[in-house]
């Protein structure tokens, strides 16, 4: 069965950090462009990062340039989303999915996980 499984959210205090895992099965990432995108309450989705899959450039919003890093373990068929000095307005339902752009898009067949919660709060 072809799944994504996100984990690792939860209540993190600002300037907090937070490790996202988006675990895959029943297909290999490493053949895979994997991003993440975020949600936040009353807000549009938005592409966070991408990780390309033949040599693995990344990509960032400006928003959490210097402050999230999209990191592969392809022992592991899993992607990381590291995310450090974190800020009330990262709060949000994050996911990941297949086939990112550069420009930070999903495409119309990207296979999406389930999503974790973020809430960066006092």
């Not at 390309?52 to 400006?62: E, I, L």
Request: aromatic fraction near 10%; proline fraction near 4%.
């Amino acid at each position: 069965q072809v799944q994504l499984v996100e984990s690792g959210g939860g209540l993190v205090q600002p300037g907090g950090s937070l490790r996202l895992s988006c675990a895959a099965s029943g297909f290999n990432l490493e053949h895979y462009a994997i991003g993440w995108f975020r949600q936040g309450p009353g807000k549009e989705r938005e592409g966070v990062s991408c990780s390309r899959s033949f040599d693995s450039t990344t990509y960032y919003a400006d928003s959490v340039k210097g402050r999230f890093t999209i990191s592969r373990n392809k022992a592991e068929n899993t992607v990381y989303l590291q995310m450090n000095n974190l800020k009330p307005e990262d709060t949000a339902v994050y996911y990941c999915a297949t086939d990112c752009s550069p420009h930070l898009r999903a495409a119309s067949m990207s296979f999406w996980g389930q999503g974790t919660q973020v809430t960066v709060s006092p």
